[in-house]
Structures are given as structure tokens and as C-alpha cells.
């Protein structure tokens, strides 16, 4: 397996031309993120990357996560890689200093989270669902809560975990049985979780599991959840570490990928029932988990960048040295690399315009997500946050499913040898698959894209946006050397709008036919804002080149890359837009029972 490299230039580009950190950084609480803290930060993130956690991402996969009697140990450098988080104070990065964090925006933060999940997406799940859960006890516990859990898991002295699934709950919440019965303050906690990430893991002293559970007194369905706090291991007055709480591990999965990652089933109340504390109101569970199920939505998008940017590096590598036959209109006696066949620069020339496009979406989200939270503006606020809402499942559905299949491409471009473990490529291929399936599969994802941003309001939203976007075509077209890219991405604009007024009507004809059609819905619309962002990049990097700063052609190579998407994955948009008008009735006519 190749090491890994940063793309350090490439991030700081998208932060700082496309999605507006340093205007980010002129908002109340953010001012610390000057241009040489964000350098800094960045190139040490790098070097930790690549030189700690990346080592340990082969050992992770052959080696991984051991159980043994409840106990679970993880592979050989993990506690060390983990201390060096801690010690750098890199869990707290987004989190207010009051808990002992940097207070940086999140734009920020998830660009230093790619790195982490380039490097090892196994090992970078933790420190992902922990800031999850810090974010889920900074909006919704008491202060008391938040005195007693979030300093140590700011810190990442302690991680988090968030409880939903059971064995009979899968993706149906409204399924959930874990009980909670209340004993003077607290409640005693019962039940079985399944997939639960980082469930058990001897990195640290304590872990806080979020987890969902039933009221005796609770309504039926989903409304009748409720969230609790319970530590792994009891907590003081004073803060010091008691017993052990009531909460067990049975087991750990055997998986197809992430094998350096415990999955764990947790057993709460075998010995009469864990103690925990609720978290807000009653019944408000859901409402409150799914703030940190966004959080991991758009993280496990991240993941989906990632594993392509590992994925593209290794294959480009290989590409560079692999000698394998003269390519077609080669005249020199040498024969090159593969590099320079057709086929296998178009593979690398798309794989790479995707990672830029998904890299752009997704900092573009968590711009948003700073936007929303810190804009003086209440206009610009509730703006801010519906562009998160409506983007949210697309920058994890279309940027998971992309990313498998850039890992995919990257066993390709391997060959054969692609095939064989040993090369690492297959890891990247293997290790990707999850990542459509967790936190929400694609079809939750496009049913929540239709039914909350299309079919809430007959697309009226969506159709202002998609008003809103016309200005990047619109700025291209006033680009001489960009003018075409303008008209191509307009009429990608005209395509999704009419995309979008199709769904709204169709449901009035079959209730069905809206979601038959919305994961090519939700792909149509991430090619769409892939066309957006790399639109934005094109006309960045031409200002760059008119200047004259183009001193090795960097920028030229950003401008060369939109090209290469809007010719090769643009154009998804109308061949997405032809199989849902085209398509989704006759899928339906299809007898099932002659599957």
C-alpha cells in the first residue's frame, strides 16, 4: 500500500477561493482562524496524517479490532495515534475554549478531517462520532451535563458513541423496545444495540454512549423516544472515574471493510439496568440524535472524498511506474508508463475531477453550517441553514456512492494486481462500501432530499436555489475563455429544475413514483453542484492565471480539470434527468414477482 500525501494545496484552495473561509473568519467568534493559523494548522494535519495515522491503516485492515470477554483491544499503534490527537488538542477544534476547545470554524475542522480519513477512515471514525456527540450534549444538555461530559470528551480523553440501531430496529426507529425506567434523577437503561462504532475500545478511560430509549409512559412510534446519556464507566461528583456501569460487549462484527474499527453490539442492563441521564425533554430523542446523525452525515460524506483522494493517489502512483505495453500514437522507442494510455488518464483525469467537485460540496455545507451559526444576520442565518438542510443528504449520498466508485476505478487501474490484497488498493475498494449503507443508506438520503425539499413545499424552495445558482453560469459566460462552461452548466441548471417540477407533479399520479425516481434525483443533484463548485473553481483560478500568478501552471490545471468534469459527469445531469422522466413509471409496471 502507498503512503498518503496531503493534498494540502488543493484543500487550501477550495477553503480559501471557493467557499469563503476568510470571510468566515470575520465572524463573531471565528476571528482566531487568521490565514497563517489556518496555514499552520493545515501543514501540521498533514504531517500527522501522513506520518502517524496513515502507517497504521494496512495493520488496522490484516490485524484489526480484537474482543475477548467483553474486552476489545485495538491494533498494534492505535493508542499511541490517539494520544497524539489528544496531546495536539485536535478533537476540540470546533468547540467553544469554555470546554476546551479552539473555537475555529467547521469549515476548518472538516478539512482536517479529510486528512484524518484519507489517512485511516478506520481509525478516523472515533474521533468523528465523538465530535458528534459533543455537538449532540453542547445544543440539548443541561449545563450540568455539559460540565460533566464535555471537557474530557473535548479533549478526546473520552470518546462518544450515538446508540440507535437494534437487531429488530434497523433503519426503522419507530422499532426501537430499549427501555428506560426512571430511579430518583436517573433512569435504568435496558435493551441491545447493534453497530454501534467504537461501542468498546481500550484507546481511553471512559466512553459516553448516546443512546435511545423508550419511556414507560412513552407514545408508540417514533415520537415516544427518548435520549440518554450513559457512561461507560460512572462518573464522580468530583469528576473522578467510579464503577463500572451496567453496559457489556457481547461482540464485535466481522466485516467486509474497516476492520481496524470495533463495531460493537452493546448489552445495557444485564445486571439490573445501566444508569443514565435524559437528555432534554422526554420524547424528543430523535429530534435531538438527529442533530448528531447530520453531524455524521456529513462527515461520513467526508469519508467518501476521502477514500477516493487515497484511492486516486495510490492509483496515480502505480500508474507513474507501471510499464505495460506502447499506447496507441506513442512514437517514442521507450515504452512509458500507463500513465499515458487513453483509457487510464480518462480514468484518472475523472477520478480526479470528482474529488475536486466532492471537495467543494462538501466544504461548501460546512461553510454553510458556520454561516448558520455565527452570521449576525438572521437572514443570512435561516439562508445559511436551508442550504445545509437541502444539501446535506446530497453531499453524503452522491459523495459516498462517488467514492466507491473512484476506489472502484483504482482497483482498474491496477490490473490484476488491483486484485491482490497486498497492493492496498483493494482495502480502499473494500473499506468504501460502507460508507453508502451507514449513517443513512442513499435511498434514505434521496427520500428526505424529495419528500423535505421537493414534495414539502412543490419544489418551490428548491427552485429559488436553483435560481439563486444561475449567477456562477451566468459569471462564466462573462469569461471568454469560460463562456461554454457557462452555457453548459445553465442548461444543467434548466435540467434539474425540470427534474424537480416532475417529481412534484408526479406525485399527485402514483404517491410512489417521486421515490422510485429520487435516487437518480439525488445523483442528478450532486453531478449538479459538482458542475457549481468546480463552475466557482474555473472562474477563481482564470482570475489567478489574468493576473499572472500562474507561476506553474497550477491553476491552469484547475481550470483543465472543470473542464474534464463538465464533459465527463455533468452531463449526468440530462442522462439522470432522461431515466427519471423516462424510466420510473416502467420500473414500476415491472411484476415483482418475476424478479
Same mark, same amino acid.
Given at each position: 500500500?502507498?503512503?498518503?500525501?496531503?493534498?494540502?494545496?488543493?484543500?487550501?484552495?477550495?477553503?480559501?477561493?471557493?467557499?469563503?473561509?476568510?470571510?468566515?473568519?470575520?465572524?463573531?467568534?471565528?476571528?482566531?482562524?487568521?490565514?497563517?493559523?489556518?496555514?499552520?494548522?493545515?501543514?501540521?494535519?498533514?504531517?500527522?496524517?501522513?506520518?502517524?495515522?496513515?502507517?497504521?491503516?494496512?495493520?488496522?485492515?490484516?490485524?484489526?479490532?480484537?474482543?475477548?470477554?467483553?474486552?476489545?483491544?485495538?491494533?498494534?499503534?492505535?493508542?499511541?495515534?490517539?494520544?497524539?490527537?489528544?496531546?495536539?488538542?485536535?478533537?476540540?477544534?470546533?468547540?467553544?475554549?469554555?470546554?476546551?476547545?479552539?473555537?475555529?470554524?467547521?469549515?476548518?475542522?472538516?478539512?482536517?478531517?479529510?486528512?484524518?480519513?484519507?489517512?485511516?477512515?478506520?481509525?478516523?471514525?472515533?474521533?468523528?462520532?465523538?465530535?458528534?456527540?459533543?455537538?449532540?450534549?453542547?445544543?440539548?444538555?443541561?449545563?450540568?451535563?455539559?460540565?460533566?461530559?464535555?471537557?474530557?470528551?473535548?479533549?478526546?480523553?473520552?470518546?462518544?458513541?450515538?446508540?440507535?440501531?437494534?437487531?429488530?430496529?434497523?433503519?426503522?426507529?419507530?422499532?426501537?423496545?430499549?427501555?428506560?425506567?426512571?430511579?430518583?434523577?436517573?433512569?435504568?437503561?435496558?435493551?441491545?444495540?447493534?453497530?454501534?462504532?467504537?461501542?468498546?475500545?481500550?484507546?481511553?478511560?471512559?466512553?459516553?454512549?448516546?443512546?435511545?430509549?423508550?419511556?414507560?409512559?412513552?407514545?408508540?412510534?417514533?415520537?415516544?423516544?427518548?435520549?440518554?446519556?450513559?457512561?461507560?464507566?460512572?462518573?464522580?461528583?468530583?469528576?473522578?472515574?467510579?464503577?463500572?456501569?451496567?453496559?457489556?460487549?457481547?461482540?464485535?462484527?466481522?466485516?467486509?471493510?474497516?476492520?481496524?474499527?470495533?463495531?460493537?453490539?452493546?448489552?445495557?442492563?444485564?445486571?439490573?439496568?445501566?444508569?443514565?441521564?435524559?437528555?432534554?425533554?422526554?420524547?424528543?430523542?430523535?429530534?435531538?440524535?438527529?442533530?448528531?446523525?447530520?453531524?455524521?452525515?456529513?462527515?461520513?460524506?467526508?469519508?467518501?472524498?476521502?477514500?477516493?483522494?487515497?484511492?486516486?493517489?495510490?492509483?496515480?502512483?502505480?500508474?507513474?511506474?507501471?510499464?505495460?505495453?506502447?499506447?496507441?500514437?506513442?512514437?517514442?522507442?521507450?515504452?512509458?508508463?500507463?500513465?499515458?494510455?487513453?483509457?487510464?488518464?480518462?480514468?484518472?483525469?475523472?477520478?480526479?475531477?470528482?474529488?475536486?467537485?466532492?471537495?467543494?460540496? /462538501?466544504?461548501?455545507?460546512?461553510? $454553510?453550517? #458556520?454561516? =448558520?451559526? &455565527?452570521?449576525?444576520? +438572521?437572514? %443570512?442565518r435561516k439562508k445559511a441553514q436551508f442550504e445545509v438542510d437541502l444539501l446535506t443528504p446530497v453531499a453524503?449520498?452522491?459523495?459516498?456512492?462517488?467514492?466507491?466508485?473512484?476506489?472502484?476505478?483504482?482497483?482498474?487501474?491496477?490490473?490484476?494486481?488491483?486484485?491482490?490484497?497486498?497492493?492496498?488498493?483493494?482495502?480502499?475498494?473494500?473499506?468504501?462500501?460502507?460508507?453508502?449503507?451507514?449513517?443513512?443508506?442513499?435511498?434514505?438520503?434521496?427520500?428526505?432530499?424529495?419528500?423535505?425539499?421537493?414534495?414539502?413545499?412543490?419544489?418551490?424552495?428548491?427552485?429559488?436555489?436553483?435560481?439563486?445558482?444561475?449567477?456562477?453560469?451566468?459569471?462564466?459566460?462573462?469569461?471568454?475563455? /469560460?463562456?461554454?462552461?457557462?452555457? $453548459?452548466? #445553465?442548461? =444543467?441548471? &434548466?435540467?434539474?429544475? +425540470?427534474? %424537480?417540477?416532475?417529481?412534484?407533479?408526479?406525485?399527485?399520479?402514483?404517491?410512489?413514483?417521486?421515490?422510485?425516481?429520487?435516487?437518480?434525483?439525488?445523483?442528478?443533484?450532486?453531478?449538479?453542484?459538482?458542475?457549481?463548485?468546480?463552475?466557482?473553481?474555473?472562474?477563481?483560478?482564470?482570475?489567478?492565471?489574468?493576473?499572472?500568478?500562474?507561476?506553474?501552471?497550477?491553476?491552469?490545471?484547475?481550470?483543465?480539470?472543470?473542464?474534464?468534469?463538465?464533459?465527463?459527469?455533468?452531463?449526468?445531469?440530462?442522462?439522470?434527468?432522461?431515466?427519471?422522466?423516462?424510466?420510473?413509471?416502467?420500473?414500476?409496471?415491472?411484476?415483482?414477482?418475476?424478479?
Amino acid at each position: 500500500m502507498s503512503g498518503y500525501a496531503a493534498p494540502i494545496r488543493d484543500i487550501r484552495f477550495v477553503l480559501d477561493e471557493v467557499v469563503g473561509l476568510p470571510e468566515i473568519a470575520q465572524l463573531p467568534g471565528y476571528e482566531e482562524a487568521t490565514a497563517d493559523l489556518v496555514g499552520s494548522i493545515l501543514e501540521e494535519a498533514g504531517k500527522i496524517a501522513g506520518d502517524v495515522i496513515a502507517p497504521l491503516n494496512r495493520v488496522g485492515d490484516t490485524a484489526g479490532a480484537k474482543w475477548n470477554d467483553g474486552d476489545v483491544t485495538t491494533s498494534e499503534g492505535w493508542k499511541d495515534a490517539w494520544t497524539a490527537l489528544v496531546d495536539g488538542g485536535w478533537n476540540g477544534l470546533p468547540f467553544p475554549a469554555e470546554w476546551g476547545g479552539m473555537g475555529l470554524p467547521q469549515v476548518l475542522n472538516l478539512a482536517v478531517q479529510e486528512m484524518w480519513q484519507s489517512a485511516n477512515m478506520a481509525f478516523a471514525l472515533c474521533p468523528m462520532l465523538t465530535q458528534g456527540a459533543v455537538h449532540a450534549i453542547e445544543l440539548f444538555g443541561s449545563e450540568a451535563q455539559k460540565a460533566k461530559y464535555l471537557p474530557n470528551m473535548v479533549t478526546g480523553v473520552w470518546t462518544g458513541t450515538m446508540n440507535l440501531t437494534e437487531p429488530q430496529a434497523g433503519s426503522d426507529l419507530a422499532a426501537v423496545r430499549s427501555k428506560a425506567v426512571p430511579e430518583g434523577d436517573l433512569y435504568r437503561i435496558s435493551g441491545q444495540k447493534i453497530f454501534i462504532t467504537y461501542g468498546e475500545q481500550d484507546l481511553t478511560e471512559n466512553i459516553v454512549h448516546l443512546v435511545l430509549a423508550r419511556l414507560p409512559d412513552a407514545p408508540p412510534g417514533v415520537k415516544g423516544i427518548s435520549l440518554f446519556v450513559v457512561p461507560k464507566v460512572m462518573i464522580g461528583e468530583d469528576g473522578s472515574l467510579g464503577e463500572r456501569n451496567d453496559v457489556a460487549c457481547a461482540s464485535i462484527e466481522h466485516k467486509l471493510g474497516i476492520h481496524g474499527s470495533p463495531t460493537a453490539v452493546l448489552v445495557f442492563g444485564e445486571k439490573g439496568g445501566a444508569l443514565g441521564e435524559l437528555i432534554g425533554e422526554p420524547n424528543r430523542g430523535l429530534e435531538y440524535m438527529f442533530t448528531m446523525m447530520n453531524h455524521a452525515r456529513l462527515n461520513v460524506g467526508l469519508q467518501g472524498l476521502a477514500i477516493a483522494e487515497r484511492a486516486h493517489q495510490q492509483a496515480v502512483g502505480y500508474a507513474r511506474d507501471r510499464i505495460q505495453g506502447k499506447p496507441v500514437g506513442w512514437r517514442e522507442a521507450t515504452v512509458p508508463p500507463i500513465v499515458h494510455h487513453p483509457d487510464v488518464a480518462r480514468i484518472l483525469v475523472s477520478t480526479k475531477s470528482r474529488i475536486e467537485a466532492m471537495r467543494g460540496l /462538501l466544504y461548501q455545507v460546512a461553510a $454553510a453550517h #458556520d454561516l =448558520a451559526h &455565527a452570521h449576525p444576520d +438572521a437572514d %443570512v442565518r435561516k439562508k445559511a441553514q436551508f442550504e445545509v438542510d437541502l444539501l446535506t443528504p446530497v453531499a453524503k449520498g452522491w459523495s459516498t456512492e462517488t467514492g466507491v466508485d473512484v476506489a472502484s476505478l483504482g482497483v482498474q487501474v491496477h490490473g490484476g494486481m488491483g486484485f491482490i490484497e497486498e497492493t492496498g488498493a483493494a482495502q480502499h475498494y473494500r473499506d468504501s462500501r460502507i460508507t453508502t449503507i451507514y449513517e443513512g443508506t442513499t435511498a434514505i438520503q434521496s427520500n428526505a432530499l424529495v419528500g423535505r425539499s421537493v414534495l414539502r413545499d412543490g419544489g418551490a424552495a428548491v427552485g429559488v436555489w436553483l435560481d439563486e445558482q444561475a449567477a456562477v453560469a451566468k459569471a462564466l459566460s462573462g469569461v471568454a475563455s /469560460l463562456a461554454d462552461l457557462g452555457t $453548459a452548466l #445553465d442548461h =444543467a441548471i &434548466a435540467s434539474t429544475r +425540470a427534474t %424537480v417540477a416532475w417529481i412534484a407533479a408526479a406525485q399527485s399520479r402514483d404517491a410512489r413514483l417521486p421515490f422510485a425516481a429520487s435516487v437518480p434525483f439525488l445523483m442528478q443533484f450532486g453531478a449538479l453542484c459538482g458542475g457549481l463548485t468546480l463552475g466557482r473553481a474555473a472562474l477563481a483560478a482564470e482570475a489567478k492565471i489574468a493576473a499572472g500568478a500562474d507561476h506553474d501552471g497550477w491553476y491552469a490545471a484547475r481550470v483543465a480539470t472543470a473542464r474534464a468534469y463538465f464533459g465527463q459527469t455533468l452531463t449526468d445531469v440530462d442522462a439522470r434527468w432522461a431515466a427519471i422522466r423516462d424510466g420510473s413509471e416502467a420500473v414500476l409496471a415491472v411484476d415483482l414477482a418475476h424478479l
